[in-house]
């Protein structure tokens, strides 16, 4: 089955400790992005990545590292955790090889930093 | 970067045509407009996409009109199912960008 996956689905956290989310797709997908949420915002793009090695800046990446060693495979680090990071997070991914490009969301992370 | 806007809430009842309008003026000539729906607690799922004039699949309608500057969703007879949020997303990505820019949607609510 094609999809998107994340890890761990809820995380409690203290400010300071560093954590990682991973995101996984099994779709060989090139682009893969990661997503904020937060209510009365909407979904803000955080960083994303066109291919393995290759990430950038979306509208809010402060405070998050990425990277992208292998093509299923795109972390979210965040090294020191504050309580304005507490959200839920969405991975994505998508492929320009496909006519109608969409991007598959993950199921998500909901993130509290204590 | 494309902005988009769109209502922040609708609500509509069983069985009638629901049209969600995305104003996004600043389109550029390569963008794409796709409509995503959100159920709570749940990733987006893509419901459809166009570049100009109408596009319809089995779900949803978009129009787009030529200058490109809104485009409207139909949801032809909406049932309960449909409660959820939609986002109307312009594609920013000129060559070997993939920046993409939600709004904060629209929360449709269905009534019985």
């Known amino acids: 089955e094609a999809q998107v996956t994340q890890n761990p689905r809820y995380l409690i956290t203290v400010t300071g400790k560093k954590l990682t989310v991973t995101c996984s797709q099994n779709?060989?997908?090139?682009?893969m992005s990661w997503y904020r949420q937060d209510p009365g915002l909407g979904l803000r793009q955080i960083y994303y990545?066109?291919?393995?090695?290759?990430?950038d800046k979306g509208d809010v990446p402060e405070g998050y590292k990425v990277s992208r060693k292998e093509k299923r495979n795109f972390p979210l680090i965040l090294e020191s955790p504050s309580p304005n990071q507490t959200s839920l997070y969405f991975c994505?991914?998508?492929?320009?090889?496909?006519?109608?490009?969409?991007?598959?969301f993950g199921p998500g992370t909901r993130l509290l930093v204590l | 970067l494309a902005k988009t806007t769109q209502p922040i809430s609708m609500d509509s009842y069983e069985g009638q045509e629901v049209n969600i309008t995305c104003s996004h003026n600043n389109i550029a000539t390569n963008d794409y407009i796709t409509w995503y729906q959100q159920f709570p607690s749940q990733g987006p799922r893509f419901i459809i996409q166009g570049y100009k004039t109408k596009v319809t699949n089995e779900v949803a309608s978009l129009f787009i009109p030529a200058d490109r500057k809104s485009s409207t969703l139909s949801l032809p007879r909406v049932s309960l199912s449909d409660t959820a949020v939609y986002y109307c997303l312009v594609g920013d990505k000129p060559p070997g960008t993939y920046k993409y820019i939600f709004g904060t949607g629209t929360r449709l609510k269905v009534l019985a």
């Open positions: 994505a991914s998508s492929s320009d090889r496909e006519v109608i490009e969409t991007q598959y």
């Open positions: 779709m060989n997908h090139e682009y």
């Open positions: 990545s066109m291919n393995v090695e290759v990430t």
